[in-house]
C-alpha cells in the first residue's frame, strides 16, 4: 500500500482524505461516515458534472433567484405544508397566495375560491381533472346514465394529462395538428366532444411552441355545441406558464375566470411564477366547482384541516417564496421581468429570422417568451436540429430539439426559452454559437448523428 494512501485519511485537505482518493460508496451505505465538511464537498462536487442551469434554455423552470431567497428558503427547510396546523402561519400564507393568484385570473369572488398549492403544474393538473371527472360522473348517476367512459378533449397538451388521462382512466382525445396550425382550433371540437367529455383542456403556452391556445375561442365554440346540442362541457385552462405572464403582458387576452365556461385553472410558481422548484397552483372558479367528496378531513396532526392534494408530506418553502415575490416585486415588478424576457425573446428571433438555415415558427411575440423555429430546408441539410443541439452543447447551452405531436410528427423543432436571468447579453453570445454551429455543420459533412430528442418538456 502506498504511503500516502495511509496518512491520507488523516490529511488536513479534503482532496488527500481516504474518501476523495478511493472515491464515494455507489451501491452501499459506507460502514463509517465522515465529517460534514468532506462529505459537503464531495456529494457538491458531484454537482458540477450536471449541465449549467442557468445556460439551461430547454427549462421554463426558474433557474435564477436573488440572495434573500436562499436566506428564505433556509428559514423554511423544517417548514411542513401539510401540517396546517403546527405552522398556521405558512398555511395562511399558502392561502393568501390562493386568493392573489385568483383575483390576477380575475376570479368574480378571488377571496373566496377555492383552491390549493401542489408540487407542480402535473399535480395541479391531476387535481384539476379529478373534480371535473366527478363533477361529471355526478352529473350522469343523477340523470341516470352511464359513467363509465370518460374522456377529455385537448391540443398538444403537456405529459401531465397524458399521465391523467392513464392514471384516472380517462380517454384523451387529442386533437392534431396540421401545417400552419400549431394548436387546437375551436371548429375541430365538434368532432371531438360528446356527452362523455368531461372537460376541454386549451394550453395557456403550449410546451412545444409556446403558443397560446385560442381560449376565449374555445369557449364560444363550446356555446354554440350547447346551444345546437344541450351538451354544457367545462373548461380547464393549462395555464402552467401562461398564468403568469398574460396577466402581465397581455391583459386584454380573455383566457381566465372572465370566461363564465373557464372552471378550474393551473400554473407553476416554479416557470414564470419565479418561486423556486416545487410549487404549482390550481384554482376552482367557485367552492361548488370541487366535489366536496374529493376533500380528505386530515385531524390526527391535532387540528381539523380539509386538504385535497396527492402527496401529505410537502416542503413550505416554495410557497413562502411565492408570497415573498409577489411582495417584493409587486405587478410592476412582475411585468418588468416579463417584459425584459419577452423582448429579449423578440430580439433572440429577430437575430435567428436573419440565418438562412432557419424558419421560425414562433417569434416570442403574443404568447410566451421564447423562439420556436425548424430547419428551412431538412431535406436538404446533411444535418439534423439535433446535430445542432449537441454542438451547442459544447458552449454549455442547453436547447431542446423534439418531433411536434401529431400530425406533425416529421416537423422536428428547436425551442429556446428566455426566462428571468437571460440577459441580452447572454442571448448575443447564444446567437454567435448557435451561428458558428450552424457554419460548422454546413461546411463539415457530418452525417445525421443518431442523436434523438433528450430532454424532458418541463
Ligand atoms: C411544465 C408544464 C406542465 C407540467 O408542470 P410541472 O410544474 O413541471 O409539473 C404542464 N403543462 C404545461 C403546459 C407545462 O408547460
Not at 378533449?153 to 384516472?168: E, L, N, S, T
Not at 363550446?222 to 403568469?244: C, E, M, N, Y
Request: charged share 25%.
Amino acid at each position: 500500500m502506498p504511503l500516502w494512501k495511509t496518512s491520507a485519511s488523516e490529511s488536513p485537505d479534503i482532496y488527500a482524505t481516504a474518501r476523495a482518493v478511493e472515491g464515494l460508496a455507489k451501491e452501499h451505505i459506507p460502514e463509517t461516515g465522515m465529517s460534514p465538511e468532506e462529505a459537503y464537498n464531495l456529494v457538491r462536487d458531484e454537482l458540477y458534472l450536471d449541465g449549467n442551469a442557468r445556460q439551461n434554455l430547454a427549462t421554463f423552470c426558474t433557474t435564477w433567484v436573488e440572495d434573500e431567497v436562499h436566506k428564505l428558503m433556509a428559514d423554511c427547510i423544517d417548514k411542513n405544508m401539510i401540517d396546517k396546523d403546527e405552522y398556521p402561519q405558512t398555511a395562511e400564507i399558502e392561502a393568501r397566495c390562493v386568493h392573489i393568484i385568483a383575483s390576477l385570473w380575475n376570479s368574480p369572488e378571488a377571496e373566496e375560491t377555492i383552491g390549493c398549492s401542489t408540487t407542480g403544474s402535473s399535480e395541479a393538473a391531476m387535481l384539476g381533472g379529478l373534480a371535473l371527472k366527478w363533477a361529471w360522473r355526478d352529473r350522469r348517476k343523477k340523470e341516470g346514465k352511464p359513467y363509465d367512459k370518460p374522456n377529455m378533449v385537448c391540443g398538444p397538451v403537456q405529459v401531465c394529462w397524458h399521465k391523467f388521462a392513464k392514471y384516472f382512466d380517462v380517454e384523451l382525445r387529442q386533437i392534431p395538428l396540421s401545417e400552419g396550425s400549431l394548436h387546437m382550433r375551436p371548429e375541430q371540437l365538434k368532432d371531438y366532444v360528446d356527452e362523455n367529455t368531461i372537460c376541454v383542456v386549451p394550453t395557456l403556452g403550449v410546451t412545444f411552441t409556446g403558443v397560446y391556445e385560442p381560449v376565449r375561442e374555445v369557449c364560444e365554440e363550446l356555446d354554440k355545441i350547447q346551444a345546437q346540442t344541450g351538451l354544457d362541457i367545462p373548461v380547464h385552462v393549462d395555464a402552467a406558464s401562461g398564468g403568469f405572464v398574460a396577466p402581465f403582458l397581455h391583459p386584454e387576452l380573455l383566457w381566465d375566470f372572465r370566461l363564465d365556461r373557464v372552471k378550474s385553472i393551473n400554473a407553476s410558481g416554479h416557470k414564470f411564477g419565479l418561486a423556486p422548484l416545487g410549487v404549482g397552483w390550481v384554482i376552482w372558479r367557485d367552492k361548488k366547482e370541487l366535489p366536496s367528496d374529493l376533500v380528505f378531513n386530515v385531524d390526527y396532526l391535532g387540528g381539523n384541516m380539509p386538504t385535497f392534494a396527492l402527496n401529505f408530506s410537502r416542503p413550505g418553502g416554495q410557497i413562502v417564496i411565492q408570497y415573498y415575490n409577489f411582495m417584493r416585486l409587486g405587478w410592476v415588478g412582475y411585468r418588468d421581468i416579463q417584459s425584459a424576457c419577452a423582448e429579449n425573446a423578440q430580439y433572440l428571433a429577430e437575430k435567428l429570422a436573419g440565418l438562412p438555415e432557419l424558419d421560425i415558427l414562433y417569434d416570442g411575440n403574443g404568447a410566451l417568451p421564447c423562439v420556436c423555429y425548424r430547419l428551412k430546408h431538412p431535406e436538404k441539410a446533411h444535418y439534423s436540429l439535433y446535430d445542432l443541439s449537441e454542438r451547442v452543447r459544447m458552449s454549455g447551452w442547453q436547447i431542446a430539439s423534439y418531433p411536434l405531436p401529431a400530425d406533425m410528427h416529421d416537423t422536428v423543432v428547436q425551442r429556446i426559452m428566455v426566462r428571468h436571468g437571460v440577459s441580452h447579453d447572454a442571448v448575443d453570445q447564444l446567437f454567435l454559437d448557435i451561428r458558428k454551429a450552424l457554419n460548422y455543420l454546413d461546411k463539415n459533412n457530418i452525417k445525421w448523428s443518431e442523436a434523438g430528442p433528450s430532454f424532458s418538456h418541463g
